[in-house]
Each structure stands twice: as C-alpha cells, then as structure tokens.
C-alpha cells in the first residue's frame, strides 16, 4: 500500500468534508488513517498458508472441534464501515486437526479485507475445509453492522446471523443440529 497516496487521498477527502486537514486535531489524521486501512485491510497482503504456518497435526480422532465466540471485526464493502460480532467454527476431524489458533487467525485474514458478511462465512468455512479434509465444517456468525446501525434505517439492535455448512455439516441433519446445540450452550 502507498503510504503517501492514502495519506495524499485522505486530505483531499478531508476538504471535500468541509474540513481543514492542516488544523491541529487533524494534521496528522491522513499517517492516521494510511495505517489504520493497512492493518484493517491485511488479508489482501498476506497468504493463506502464512497463516496457517504448518499448525496442522496428524491426529486418530473423529471428534467434533468447535472454538467459539471468536471476535471478528471487518469493513464493510458497501460503505467502508465495520461490522464486528463472534464467529463459531466447527469441524469434524478425521487424519488432521488444525491449531486452535489458526481457526482465529484464518477468521482475521479473511475478516481483514472489505467484506459481506455472508462471504466471509462461507470463506472461513471453505478455509478450513482446505486445510485439514476434515469431515465436515460448519461456520456461524453474528454480527452487527454499523452501516445498518448509524445510518440508513438506523436499527441500533441489530444483529445478522450467516452459517456455512460444508461435507457432513451439509449432508447430515444430525451432526449439523449437534453443532448447533452445542453453540447454544
């Protein structure tokens, strides 16, 4: 990303505004913001199997693995704002399981690029499913969306729910209620 052209951009965008960008509050506002969509926009930079980075480990198992109420926050793609809420990853293991915190990290790297919510569902899910063949996997999340919040409609107690369910998760009526009682609790 180029530093000086967000930095460049940002000003402008702060005259179109009505503002001064040269007035104390806001002269270093554009750095601010340059380094702000960086980190907010990493999973452009980075590469799927840096994230994962070998965390994945044989195992005898065919156990339901769930790690719950992982914090995700993203950019909306329609107006640039965020949406944040939990996101619940389930997998059904058969010859490999993958590090409890990759399941976060490939969360984040998906979260961190401007997103819809239910693509980022699906992505995660598709995600995990690459990395270890397990079974099955399923993807639930909830969110709350501040284009939804702070303008338009303005509906403050909103909340989006989207699952991805993928192999067994899919296929079988069972494992996929399972999973879900089991976010439940």
Known sequence: MNHKRVEDLVRSLLKE????PGREGLRRTPGRVARSLEYLTQGYRLRQSAVINRAVFKAE????IIARDIEVYSLCEHHMLPFFGRCHIGYIAERKVLGISK???????????LQ???????QIAHAVMEA?????V??????QHLCMMMRGVGKQDSVMTTSSVLGSFHDDPTTRAEFLNLLRR
Do not use: S
Not at 17 to 20: A, C, Q
Not at 61 to 64: E, L, P, V, Y
Not at 138 to 143: A, D, I, N
């Open 132 to 136: 270890v063949a397990p079974e099955g």
């Open 116 to 122: 819809i919510q239910e693509r980022l569902t699906g």
């Open 61 to 64: 198992t065919n156990n339901m």
């Open 17 to 20: 505004l009505g503002e001064d």
């Open 103 to 113: 399941l976060a990290r490939i969360a984040d790297f998906f979260a961190r690029r």
């Open 138 to 143: 399923g993807v639930v999340m909830e969110c």
